[in-house]
């Protein structure tokens, strides 16, 4: 009876010490002689070190504190080498005991008060029991020459995949709400249906039931998703390859993921941040639609509380500066003044095609830029194209531009000057730095901007040719 009593008391203090709030996570590595052990988790597309903890009297490594940890995958990182091996880290899965060894974690490893991770670990030992067949099997294919031998192989082949298949539909069903589970079904291959039609229909079929049903395993508002490796990945891969490289398409998927990840305040706010800041510093002509669309449709709107109100200002004005010069629109009048005092205004130009060319004289670039643009205006002139050349000096400075003028044989294009600032020519067209360059249509629409003098030539061709 004695002996009982002790029993239960041990697994009741046992109980009580791995219940207890926060997170405390015990890991035994044996044949690991280094003194420092480091707990990481992904995020996004990095990892990062949470906590680094020394051994203890017991030979033990001990991460604990009163927070509870975020869900996620987490990796135990060992020194010298960085190698690691993973945990799952759920909300009921906070306080556990892991033991493993150095050179063999992956087959040693076992777990106290942690059926997800043993769970897990269950499907991983499966899975590097069927991966040494498959391997073999996979170079037999290979090697082989013999029609009916390649098939045999290949059933083989195929019946693993079915036996990998059955196992994690049956994790997957036993333990619905295991973070196991839903890790297993969210790298489930994709079922495709049938497809018939020609090559290329067939190629566009599946195109588009890959884009209808790429998330349909995936949750993209689970909040413990945000700490896997593969969903940045997986976002990053039906933005940038499953969806059309156009402002309006990207707009349209981007909506979507974000509206998929808003029950997930962090995961939403991650992406929120990460697409902004991606469109932003893009360098691909006409990508700030998408900037734009952002600021002003979520930061604007409220849905970015946690940013500073200063930076909050800086991007919504941001945007709206950019909004009036995205491709498509009509590009903003300007009223300017030519070298004999009399006014010029950018609408009044009629042409089929205007390049609008902000430089000043003292621009190394712009020295460079405009033998270019000249040469373009030799070929393009009698094609219906005209260059109207700001020169972005004022007051006594202005007498600069037209001297250049005469200097550089650029006269018969259209030249003017803001020389008292009252266009705010800076302002309105968000020339950060010269030379800039516009392209306009006959309805002085925006073609394209911000390009290169060495790509006119080029564009023009194309814009001429119906191309663009």
């Given amino acids: 009876m004695k002996k009982l009593l002790i029993s239960i008391f041990t697994l009741f203090v046992g109980f009580s010490l791995y219940a207890q709030q926060g997170h405390r996570i015990e890991v035994e590595i044996t044949e690991y002689d280094h003194p420092n052990l480091y707990l990481a988790y992904y995020y996004g ?70 059926p997800d991770n043993e769970l897990f670990y269950e ?23 013999d029609q009916a031998s390649q098939q045999n192989i290949q059933s083989q082949l195929d019946q693993i995949n079915i036996e990998v298949r059955e196992y994690q539909d049956k994790l997957i069903q036993e333990h619905p709400e295991s973070f196991t589970a839903a890790i297993i079904k969210a790298n489930l291959p994709m079922d495709y249906p049938d497809f018939e039609g020609s090559p290329e229909e067939i190629q566009m079929s599946q195109y588009r039931f890959t884009k209808d049903h790429y998330f349909d395993n995936l949750d993209i508002s689970d909040p413990r998703m945000l700490r896997t490796p593969f969903l940045f990945s997986r976002i990053d891969n039906y933005i940038q390859r499953l969806t059309y490289q156009n402002p309006d398409s990207l707009i349209q998927s981007i909506d979507w993921i974000l509206k998929e990840a808003k029950p997930s305040e962090e995961t939403f706010k991650f992406y929120l941040i990460h697409f902004l800041n991606t469109y932003a510093r893009s360098k691909i002509i006409g990508m700030d639609a998408v900037y734009v669309h952002l600021a002003l449709n979520y930061y604007a709107k409220g849905q970015a509380d946690w940013t500073d109100p200063e930076q909050l200002e800086k991007i919504v004005s941001n945007a709206k500066t950019l909004e009036p010069l995205l491709i498509g629109k009509v590009a903003p009048d300007l009223k300017l003044q030519r070298q004999d005092g009399s006014s010029v205004t950018l609408h009044e130009l009629n042409s089929p095609y205007t390049v609008l060319y902000f430089w000043r004289y003292d621009c190394g670039a712009c020295q460079t830029s405009t033998p270019i643009l000249r040469s373009f205006f030799e070929k393009y002139k009698d094609q219906g194209v005209e260059i109207m050349a700001v020169c972005m000096k004022t007051g006594d400075e202005v007498g600069g531009c037209w001297d250049y003028v005469k200097e550089t044989e650029i006269a018969d294009w259209v030249h003017a000057v803001d020389p008292n600032g009252n266009a705010q020519v800076h302002a309105v067209y968000d020339v950060k730095s010269t030379p800039t360059i516009y392209i306009l249509d006959q309805d002085k629409r925006i073609v394209l901007k911000r390009l290169g003098a060495d790509q006119l030539d080029e564009v023009m061709g194309q814009i001429l040719a119906g191309k663009r």
């Fill in 45 to 114: 597309d990095k990892q990062y070190v949470k906590d680094t903890v020394q051994r203890d009297s017991n030979g033990r490594f001990v991460f604990t504190g009163e927070e509870t940890l975020e869900p996620g995958i987490y990796m135990v990182v060992m020194e010298p080498d960085n190698s690691f091996f993973q945990l799952i880290v759920d909300e009921d899965e906070q306080s556990f005991s892991v033991s493993t060894s150095k050179d063999n974690y992956m087959q040693d490893i076992s777990f106290q008060f942690a």
């Fill in 123 to 145: 499907y991983l030992h499966f899975l590097e029991e069927k991966r040494p067949q498959s391997t073999k099997l996979q170079e037999e294919l290979s090697n082989s020459a």
